[in-house]
Structures are given as structure tokens and as C-alpha cells.
């Protein structure tokens, strides 16, 4: 009988946390019905056709009841529909994927369970305490601090709580801190017992307070929503274990402009630094409203000296159309490449072409210098490019006598969706830095923000832009721009913003 709902455990927040298995059920997914303390980035592995529920409950408050929630797990699954159920860490600790799986069962649904990593055990870890260790306690003890107050004896037994283990585990305990101090002390466990709150463990916000039982009352308030406690010897490991938020990055948040399929590989480098980093593509790329001149320049490719590409995009977009021209790379064979910067060459190179020349300053002012003696007079250059670019390549190449065709390959515009996500953006956490990787991405957000500069809505937000043209640009909207790196490239730019907070002692 084929499988109609999926129990999946998301894990406990980092998004890589999520199981082989649960990302391939998320994959097969008509509906996925997920909660508050679910990481969104998941949602990205469900189909884009597939129904997206939020069904949350964040400090109590009920987004939708637990009876509606199984309801609607019901209702889906009768409809015929692969149902992927995503609920934060284990959906069997502390989930209440035990009364879902009852509820199914009951029906005749048919169901499966995919265990989870469970923040029980991962976010002690990020915060470097290990729950067990020889040398400080081999048990541990796994305790839900708030319980149901519809059962007759909600109450915990204290007693044999705080003796069951070396080390305790309360999940749940944002709410519960004092009591937890109250009783554990009360029943025998020593002032001086270490003791932890983790709050969004395994997160770039991952937050860590350790104390002892005695002490940690007066060192916090109440911390919000989700905190775990950990009570016991192996919380003095901490100060020697801690691995994750001691990065470089850490608890920086970074707002990335460039277009969101360009921006993977820079987010996940911050983040390995430890950074959040929080994608607003203020440029998006589309195909050209005519690829007549590029199609004419296709058709006598083998006609050309050069061809000369100033981005990945250019790449992407000449060889989806060159192919529907010629379907051998070969035609090509005559023709020698340049390429502005190592990212655009190695986008030529997936193409088992060879590029000739790569310019040691990646601009356009770098690609002509490196093309200087190489570019002479009468040899024919095709320069596949977006509709608005800066003019420095082909004016320079024809006064050297090149006979420079400009075809449009893209074209760039702001998001459809951009204005409600900016507004999301900010009012979630105000960025520590705003990365700027071309001149189009400062116009558009300058653009999009209007009336208000650039100036007075980053105020406080500090600038890092690509290279010296992005630069520019970014002072000619007012900006204070405070780094660019040495290079023009992600790698350099992210070895400047380490150096800028390294600085700045942030």
C-alpha cells in the first residue's frame, strides 16, 4: 500500500541536519504541512507545484490547534495526496508525531516515520558540551519542563529527576527556568551543578548562557522560545569544545543583492564562517525580449576572432542558444575566448573550451589591457553581454581597430516579488552588512526604495561591494562604502569582511 503521509523530523534548525531520507520524501511531496520550529530553507526540496501549510505554534499561542492539525493531515491524505509532514528535530521526542501516528493509524492511513536529529542532542553539541563523557557523567535523562495540563497529575517527579541522570536535559524550558532551579536544588543537585540555556541551537543565532544552579537565576532574565537547559559536569567542557559560534562570522548577519541562483555558493562559505547570511536578489536575469542578433551572430560563429564573455550569465545564455545552432562544440574551433574573472572562465571551461585570455584586473578595463597587441585591426570580436552594460570593453577594442559586435544574450531587471520581500528582510533583523556585487544591484535597490536614499536606510549597515565600479556607483547614492576587496572576487571578498569585524571588534 502505497505510503500517504510521511512523519519527517527536520531537525533541530541548520538545514543540513535534515536526513537523506527525509529530503527524498520531501522531494516526492504533493503537500507539505510543517511547523514553527522547521528552517524554511527545507521548503525548498518540495516540488514548486506542491501545497505549502504552516501550521506553527510559536510561546504557546496556536497558530492551528493539534485537533485541526490532524485533521487536515486526514483530509490531505484521503485526497490521494503524498503528505510530508515536517516537524521540528524528532517527530517521536517531544514532537507529538506520536499522536499524529495514532490518529493516522486509527483512519487506516498509511504512514511512515523519518527519526530526525533532535535538538536534545544537536544543539548541546554546537554549543560544544558533550552529553555524555567519561570523565563527567556516562547518563543522561531527556525531560519535557512544561507538561500537559489537561492531565490529571501533570506534575513531574522531582525526586527521581533529578537523580536519574548526571546529566539532564529539559527540552521546552524557556518558561520553566526558575522551577527547574527550584526543584533540582530542592531535591538534592548541589548550587554549584553547571548548567546551560541554549536557545536556537544549531542556528547562525544560536545564543549560549552557562552559569551554575546557583548563580544562572541572577545572570538572565527569561529567555524567549526555543531554549533547552543542560544541567551537569559535562557543561564545563564548553569553554574547551565550543566550535560553532566562535567562527569569524559568527552572529553577523549579511544581506547578499546578487541574483539568488548566483548567490549559493558565497551564502554557504559565510555561513561555514559562521554568518547568516540572508539572500534579496535586487537583480533578476531573464532571457532577452529578441535573440535575433545573437541568432545571426550564430550562424557564422566560425566567422569570429574572439569571443568575450564579462559574466557567468553571458555564459549561460550564449551557449543555451548557440545549441540550438550548431549541436557540435567544434564550430568553435577557430574562435579564441576571453574571460573577465575566474568565475566566468570557470563557467567556459564546463564547456571543455579553452579560454585565452583572463585579465589580471577582473574589469573591463583589466579585460582590454589584457587583449591589448592580441586585438589588432580588422579581426572580428562577438561580445554576448546584457542589454545595460558599461561601454569601456568595445569602445577601447574599436579604437584598436577591432570590428566589435555587441549582441544582447540577457537582460536584468528588479524582482517581481522584491518590495514585499525587502519589507520581510528588514523587519526581521536590521543586516550588519549589505554585499553589493554590480552596479545594477545598488541602482535597483536604490530604485526600489525611493523616496527614501540608500543613505538613510542603511544607516548603520555597513557596504562591501565587489570592485571599484560597484563601488562607485554606491557612493553616487550616497553610500559610505567600507570595503572592497584586493580582488574581484567572492573568495577576496570574503576574506575582507573576516578582516573589517575583526577590526571593528565585532
Not at 142 to 154: C, H, L, N
Not at 303 to 311: A, E, N, P, R, V
Amino acid at each position: 500500500m502505497k505510503t500517504a503521509v510521511y512523519l519527517i523530523g527536520a531537525g533541530p534548525g541548520d538545514p543540513e541536519l535534515i536526513t537523506l531520507k527525509g529530503r527524498r520524501c520531501l522531494e516526492a511531496a504533493d503537500c507539505v504541512i510543517y511547523d514553527h520550529l522547521v528552517n524554511r530553507e527545507l521548503l525548498q526540496y518540495a516540488p514548486g507545484s506542491a501545497e505549502r501549510v504552516y501550521v506553527g505554534k510559536q510561546g504557546g499561542r496556536d497558530h492551528i490547534s493539534q485537533a485541526e492539525i490532524n485533521s487536515l493531515l486526514l483530509e490531505r491524505a484521503r485526497e490521494g495526496k503524498t503528505v510530508a509532514r515536517l516537524k521540528g528535530g524528532d517527530p517521536f521526542i517531544f514532537g507529538r508525531g506520536g499522536e499524529e501516528a495514532e490518529v493516522l493509524a486509527g483512519a487506516g492511513i498509511p504512514f511512515e516515520v523519518v527519526p530526525g536529529v533532535s535538538a536534545g542532542s544537536a544543539a548541546p553539541a554546537y554549543a560544544g558540551i558533550p552529553l555524555t563523557h567519561r570523565d563527567y557523567g556516562p547518563t543522561v535523562a531527556f525531560v519535557a519542563a512544561q507538561q500537559d495540563p489537561t492531565r490529571e497529575d501533570p506534575a513531574l517527579d522531582w525526586q527521581k529527576i533529578s537523580s536519574a541522570a548526571e546529566t539532564l536535559v529539559f527540552f521546552m524550558g524557556a518558561r520553566s527556568l526558575q522551577q527547574v532551579v527550584e526543584e533540582l536544588t530542592r531535591h538534592g543537585r548541589s548550587p554549584s551543578t553547571p548548567i546551560a540555556l541554549i536557545r536556537w541551537g544549531t542556528r547562525p543565532s544560536q545564543e549560549v548562557v552557562t552559569g551554575t544552579l546557583g548563580s544562572i537565576l541572577e545572570q538572565v532574565g527569561p529567555m524567549a522560545p526555543p531554549t533547552l537547559i543542560v544541567v551537569g559536569e559535562v557543561v564545563r567542557l564548553r569553554d574547551r569544545l565550543r566550535w560553532f559560534d566562535n567562527r569569524p562570522l559568527f552572529g553577523k548577519r549579511v544581506l547578499i543583492t546578487r541574483p539568488r541562483h548566483q548567490s549559493r555558493d558565497f551564502r554557504r562559505a559565510l555561513e561555514l564562517l559562521g554568518a547568516t547570511a540572508v539572500s534579496f536578489p535586487t537583480v533578476e536575469v531573464r532571457e532577452p525580449d529578441s535573440w535575433e542578433k545573437l541568432d545571426r551572430a550564430l550562424e557564422t560563429i566560425d566567422g569570429y576572432d574572439w569571443l568575450i564573455f564579462t559574466s557567468v550569465n553571458g555564459v549561460k545564455y550564449f551557449f543555451q542558444r548557440y545549441f540550438r545552432h550548431h549541436p557540435d562544440i567544434r564550430q568553435l574551433k577557430g574562435v579564441r575566448i576571453a574571460a573577465i574573472g575566474p568565475a566566468t572562465r570557470r563557467a567556459v571551461l564546463d564547456f571543455r573550451l579553452a579560454v585565452d585570455t583572463l585579465p589580471s584586473d577582473y574589469q573591463a578595463e583589466g579585460l582590454v589591457e589584457s587583449l591589448r597587441g592580441k586585438v589588432v585591426k580588422g579581426m572580428r570580436v562577438l561580445l554576448p553581454r546584457a542589454r545595460v552594460a558599461r561601454e569601456v570593453l568595445p569602445l577601447q577594442l574599436q579604437r584598436q581597430g577591432a570590428r566589435v559586435e555587441v549582441v544582447e544574450a540577457y537582460q536584468t531587471g528588479l524582482p517581481d516579488s522584491a518590495l514585499s520581500e525587502w519589507a520581510q528582510v528588514i523587519d526581521a533583523a536590521p543586516p550588519h552588512m549589505v554585499v553589493f556585487t554590480s552596479s545594477s544591484t545598488v541602482a535597483n535597490l536604490a530604485g526600489l526604495i525611493r523616496p527614501k536614499s540608500l543613505a538613510e536606510t542603511l544607516q548603520g549597515v555597513a557596504v562591501a561591494c565587489i570592485g571599484p565600479i560597484t563601488a562607485g556607483t554606491a557612493r553616487e547614492s550616497g553610500l559610505q562604502v567600507d570595503l572592497v576587496p584586493e580582488k574581484y572576487t567572492t573568495a577576496s571578498l570574503i576574506e575582507a569582511m573576516e578582516d573589517y569585524f575583526s577590526r571593528k571588534g565585532m
